[in-house]
């Protein structure tokens, strides 16, 4: 059941009508039916993992608040850390360790057989698992208080706006709105049918529209041409933003219709100047997980490196970045990539303050801009490529191969074409510092907004439920 469908249309309608009949108590009650629900509609037998996830979580979290020895604690602590990863590396990274351990053994001059699972990836695996960790964790570090309501905790877990591709909520944000009535109002309701709105519209006519450009590409085998590597990869830019912003963007939209504040997953990251502000504005919810959880407690065991131990400890997470994104060589690549270039920005980070005296602030910040952008499309490469020989071979063509011939002004044309809505969109957004800044202009403007997206989804929007770029995470 896709967001982007008329089925899943119906369901939230239906939910919603429910929704506003009931107390507080019965509102939670069918949230969580309806979570199930949903998520069954994917494949009802993966419910089994959520219910283990959400019961030893439960469990170890009253565990923790019950016992007044630390040890005692750290065992509840760890068994929850282990059942989560446990669950998640059988899914999602047996078969990427096996394969390489295979590897590993044959550089020794023994042949093994490795063993495969023939298992599809759970949906939405990594984000919910992420999301139940951080609450254990937090109840650990005393920051939340544990709840004794199981299915309110169940439905932290499996909120149907989040279950799939977040954003990762913390407890100390979702929990406390479950557990107290909450108000409903029509300006939140206005605000959120427009995040939805704006999220379908970045999701069926950018997103989908850009995949046309990328997929012929990157789904091709050699030769390639160059330029048509280079524009399906600016394409895939856009669509990636589009499609995972769009998705949070419905997520938020639903989340305030029915009274809930869900947290901004995206801050307009290619505004940012430097790789390091870009993880700050992109996939929020993840950056800030992994570096409350992994990268703080990392640096606090190495600060006896000084500055070898911030940079390593931020080498660690952005490779753990990268994994947590695919069990694939090519998405640790990405994640040391990104980690290395931050790396590089903390050590020259006074020679560059230095450099942007010099420069007029407007022109230093859209040279890193530039930067930025053209760093990310090259990781952006690794990221869709199927393996990394077949990132090479489309690197290689844009070094070799570039010659702007026949065909390319059409493609220039379309990327353009679909883009635009959302460059003008982000700019208003950006210089306004308001991601709602549509909501504050004149009515005039906003029904001409409204009226225009409308016609481009009616007249270029693709239908049929393609699914967002994230379930496969």
């Not at 009508?17 to 039916?33: A, C, K």
């Amino acid at each position: 059941m896709l967001f982007n469908s008329l089925q899943f249309a119906v369901f939230f309608i239906v939910v919603y009508s429910l929704y506003l009949t009931l107390s507080h108590r019965w509102r939670n009650r069918m949230l969580l039916v309806a979570s199930y629900v949903f998520y069954g509609a994917w494949d009802w037998r993966f419910l089994s993992l959520i219910w283990i996830s959400t019961g030893i979580d439960y469990f170890c979290a009253l565990g923790m608040a019950a016992s007044p020895d630390q040890d005692k604690k750290k065992r509840f602590l760890y068994l929850s850390i282990f059942g989560n990863l446990s669950i998640l590396g059988f899914f999602k990274y047996f078969n990427f360790f096996s394969a390489n351990l295979q590897t590993l053994i044959g550089l020794f001059g023994f042949s093994v057989q490795p063993h495969l699972l023939q298992v599809i990836l759970p949906a939405g695996i990594s984000f919910y698992t992420f999301q139940t960790m951080g609450y254990t964790i937090e109840v650990f570090r005393g920051g939340v208080q544990p709840t004794r309501r199981f299915f309110d905790y169940a439905l932290y877990v499996a909120f149907f706006p989040l279950l799939l591709a977040g954003p990762i909520e913390r407890a100390g944000r979702l929990l406390p709105q479950i557990l107290v009535p909450r108000a409903l109002s029509l300006r939140t309701f206005y605000e959120g049918c427009y995040l939805i709105f704006w999220g379908l519209f970045q999701k069926m006519f950018i997103a989908d529209n850009l995949a046309r450009i990328v997929d012929p590409v990157y789904s091709s085998g050699p030769p390639y041409r160059g330029e048509q590597v280079l524009l399906a990869t600016g394409a895939f830019s856009f669509q990636l933003l589009a499609d995972f912003a769009g998705y949070s963007d419905i997520a938020r939209g639903m989340g305030k219709c029915l009274g809930f504040d869900i947290m901004v997953n995206f801050n307009l990251p290619y505004f940012a100047t430097t790789v390091t502000e870009f993880w700050r504005r992109w996939h929020i919810s993840l950056s800030t997980w992994f570096r409350d959880y992994i990268y703080s407690p990392l640096a606090l065991q190495t600060r006896a490196w000084g500055t070898g131990g911030i940079l390593f400890s931020l080498g660690v997470t952005f490779t753990l970045i990268g994994f947590w994104h695919g069990a694939e060589w090519k998405y640790i690549i990405f994640g040391f990539a990104h980690g290395a270039v931050m790396i590089g920005e903390l050590l020259t980070r006074k020679k560059r303050k230095r450099l942007s005296q010099k420069l007029s602030p407007l022109l230093t910040g859209a040279l890193g801009m530039l930067a930025t952008f053209g760093f990310l499309n090259l990781t952006l490469i690794l990221f869709r490529a199927k393996d990394i020989s077949h990132a090479l071979a489309l690197m290689r063509a844009i070094a070799e191969q570039l010659s702007f011939v026949g065909g390319t002004l059409a493609v220039i044309w379309d990327l353009l074409f679909f883009t635009a809505p959302l460059l003008i969109i982000q700019y208003l957004q950006y210089r306004k510092n308001d991601l709602l800044v549509v909501l504050t202009l004149p009515v005039w403007v906003r029904g001409l907004i409204y009226f225009g997206m409308y016609f481009l989804l009616v007249a270029y929007g693709v239908e049929g439920g393609r699914e967002f770029i994230y379930f496969q995470f």
